[in-house]
Each structure stands twice: as structure tokens, then as C-alpha cells.
């Protein structure tokens, strides 16, 4: 079945130390994005990638790296996690600009 | 730059009332999408509008796109308990990003 992939579904972390969240879509989509949700709240685009080798920033972007060496994997790395990292983080991927977005499951982090 | 106003950011209703939840845009839109996120959950595609003057059912949901391409509207007739959740409008901005609302969550009161 079609799916889009999150993993871990949640994280409990130190302050200062590197993580990656995993991301795998089965779709075949070329577009993949990374979103930041505190719950409740809208969402905020960290990155983005219209294809492999290819990677975009977006309003959050700062404190995390991205990369796109396949199609169906869009894995996103803080390089030093702080707590006000705290949140959910969701993967979202669509065929085209003119199609809604299938999300993933999300990952919730938590920096101690 | 490029936003959209949702409202209301809550909304508490009965079981059985009606529910709307309204988007205004700044820009005339290309087009707008809708999404549900139920609590804890992850937000889910529900429609996209494309036609000034549009509207679209899906069962007891009714979608509106206004005839200016500015505005848009959910409608939920005579809720139920599996409607609880935050409906999402999104439209493009002219890089073809999705710029959201900030969502209005339904209630249910008990």
C-alpha cells in the first residue's frame, strides 16, 4: 500500500546532541516537505525538495539540514538539538504543485 | 507577504449544530485546499477548489470558493464526534508553496 513513513514516531533527547528524523514515502512523489507543529497550531515549513538533489529552505530552516539522494527518502538532521526544538515534526509529500499534500504520522520531539 | 486569515480559532458547538470556518485571502487565489487534523493526528487532504464560485459536498461538508477567488468556506451540517478536530485552508504563494491557516479547531461540548 502507498504510504508516507515517519521514524521514530517519538524521541526523548539531551540537549546538544545530533538527530535525524527518518522520512520514506512509497508514492513515487517527487515533491517531499518537512513541517514544524506545536499541537493545535499551524504548521511551519522548515524544508523542502521538488526532486532528488534537490533541497529548499524554508521559513524555519536555520537549525536543520536536509537531503534528497533518492526519491523516496527525505531525511531531515538537527546538527545540535535545544529544547525550544520541542515539537511535532511531519513529513509530507505530493505529486505536483496542483495536489494535496499525504502526511505522515509525524515525529514528536522532545529536548530535555 | 502572502497570508491567510482563518477564523474563528475555535468554534464550540453541539452534537447535532452546524459548524463553518471561514478563509480570506489578500491575493486572488489560484486555488485553495482544505485539511482535517484530528487531535493527536496528522492533518489529512480533504478537497481542493479551483472554479470561482465553486462548491463541492462530500456527505455532510460543504466547501465554497468565493467568486472573487478571495475567500473560501467549510460548512459542516449537524455534527458528530467524528468531525472533532482542526480544519486547515492552505492556498499557494507564487513560489507554489502552501501558506496555511492557523486552523479552527471544532469542539464538541459535552
Known amino acids: 500500500e502507498a504510504d508516507i513513513y515517519q521514524t521514530p514516531r517519538y524521541l526523548v533527547i539531551g540537549t546538544g546532541k545530533k538527530i535525524t528524523l527518518e522520512c520514506s514515502q512509497t508514492m513515487g512523489h517527487d515533491k517531499m516537505y518537512w513541517y514544524q507543529q506545536d499541537p493545535g497550531m499551524e504548521l511551519h515549513l522548515i524544508h523542502y525538495s521538488y526532486g532528488v538533489n534537490s533541497t529548499e529552505k524554508g521559513d524555519l530552516s536555520s537549525e536543520s539540514t536536509v537531503s534528497r539522494i533518492r526519491t523516496e527518502h527525505f531525511p531531515l538532521t538537527l546538527e545540535s538539538a535545544r529544547p525550544s526544538h520541542t515539537s511535532q515534526y511531519l513529513c509530507?509529500?505530493?505529486?505536483?504543485?496542483?495536489?494535496?499534500?499525504?502526511f505522515g504520522s509525524g515525529t514528536r520531539l522532545t529536548v530535555v | 507577504g502572502q497570508q491567510v486569515m482563518q477564523i474563528p480559532q475555535y468554534q464550540h458547538v453541539q452534537e447535532g449544530e452546524d459548524f463553518t470556518t471561514y478563509c480570506n485571502s489578500s491575493t486572488t487565489l489560484s486555488n485553495i485546499q482544505w485539511y482535517k487534523q484530528r487531535p493527536g493526528g496528522h492533518p489529512v487532504f480533504l478537497i481542493q477548489l479551483v472554479k470561482s464560485g465553486e462548491v463541492k459536498k462530500q456527505k455532510r461538508l460543504t466547501f465554497q470558493f468565493g467568486e472573487a477567488k478571495k475567500n473560501s468556506s467549510l460548512h459542516i451540517t449537524a455534527t458528530q464526534t467524528t468531525d472533532v478536530g482542526t480544519y486547515f485552508c492552505?492556498?499557494?504563494?507564487?513560489?507554489?508553496?502552501?501558506?496555511w491557516g492557523a486552523g479552527t479547531k471544532l469542539i464538541i461540548k459535552p
Open positions: 492552505a492556498e499557494r504563494d507564487s513560489n507554489y508553496q502552501l501558506i
Open positions: 509530507a509529500s505530493s505529486p505536483g504543485q496542483f495536489y494535496g499534500y499525504t
